[in-house]
């Protein structure tokens, strides 16, 4: 019988919980034979930092990435594997440049969705150059903030134009808070925003085709911003969250990214698209973490033995034929929208590959979470994440809900209609 190997690279930063998860499922998946009766051996291996010869062939066929978002060194080594060996990555450094909260509510805007109303000011505090005296003496115009915030309308929100983790947003109510807001934010560019009046925060997480979107609490604590709650959107709420996702990573090659929307009724405000490094901690998705992981070793084990090919081109130009017709209504452009992204991400074909060579993961995923060794990594990493007396409550915390996810699964799969989309 032919047999082939193939490695995935884990390039990661502090995290422990979901490497060791994926690690321990794949073990457990076993080999997966394709169509031809080739048998795949799939092996992980985390990767470390070292310098390399440009022409240094690349061992590994797929990379999971967590790190390069915000450290060079290996991000420069995706790049040449991405190049010189087609190495499949989640995710792609090519698309980083393009991975901020700016360029996706560009083409979201294109696109016809309804972003809020943003404005993207100058610098308070320009770089620091030798050129920008010249500069700024010709070219920068003075303009009028107050008006700009008064024709958004307060309270709107002030925040970097490539932000992430909270870091510089501000809630304006009036005046005297843009002027502080504006001082305060130095030698960051800044979007204002209008406000949302909103329901529901929807946070979709996305890995290849797959979706989960998510009722997400942004003012409680990590451990507890998750609800569990599986029809808290409207049909058609639900079906745009998910379809706006999907459409948004295929158009800019994203593979693993996850999404924020502000929700009413059937209205969807996308507000944050590009989180080019998705938290996926057991102690902030811990009942949605099964499945994260999940669809993790399936997409990759999917890439892997269909050898799906890497692409660094995007066609950006399929969606924006669509967004510029005027024989379409919203509704129908969205599906419009999604049979591209689905013909980017094989949708159909990797849900029937994964009926055929992976119809006992959800078993696996479920009797592992349902054991001593899931036990033994959450209570690690409950350790390393929180201080000691607080260790039995924010395990007991987890534990309720892991519990609940295999008892809503063990229904699911023993239950009458059985499948994992
Ligand atoms: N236009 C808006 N209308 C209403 N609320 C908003 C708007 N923009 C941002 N917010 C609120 O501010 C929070 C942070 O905004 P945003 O997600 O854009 O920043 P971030 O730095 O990416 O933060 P995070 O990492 O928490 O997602 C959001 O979770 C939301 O509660
Ligand atoms: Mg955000």
Redesign the pocket.
Known sequence: MAKREHLIGLLLGAEEDWPTAFEQLLQLVGPITDDKGIVHELRSERLSIEPFNLRQPVRTELVIDRLAHWYYHPREWLKKAALMDDTYLLNSPFTFQSME?HSAYCALMRLGLKV?DTVLVPYKHPVDNVRWAYTAAKYNQPFDLKAIAGELGYP??M??FD???????S?VDDERALERAYDASGEMLMHL??????DV?ARALSIGPETMVMDFR??QPMHSRYAVSHDFLSPSAGKQAAAISRIVNAMFGWEFNSA?M?VTGDEV?P??YA?ACPDVAVTSLHYYFPWAIKALLRWSAYVLVTGRRSRVDLELHRYFEVADRDDLDAEAKLDAYLAIADEHFETERYWDWCDQHLPHMDRVVLDWVDSPAFETMLEATVRSSYPAPEHDMFLAHFRGLLDLWVRDERARLDGPVRGSR
Do not use: H, M, S
């Open positions: 909260k809020p709107l929100y925040k970097p932000g992430g983790g909270w870091r510089g947003v809630r925003q209008a406000t949302v009046d909103y925060f942004p003012e924020e502000l405000y507000i944050d989180n």
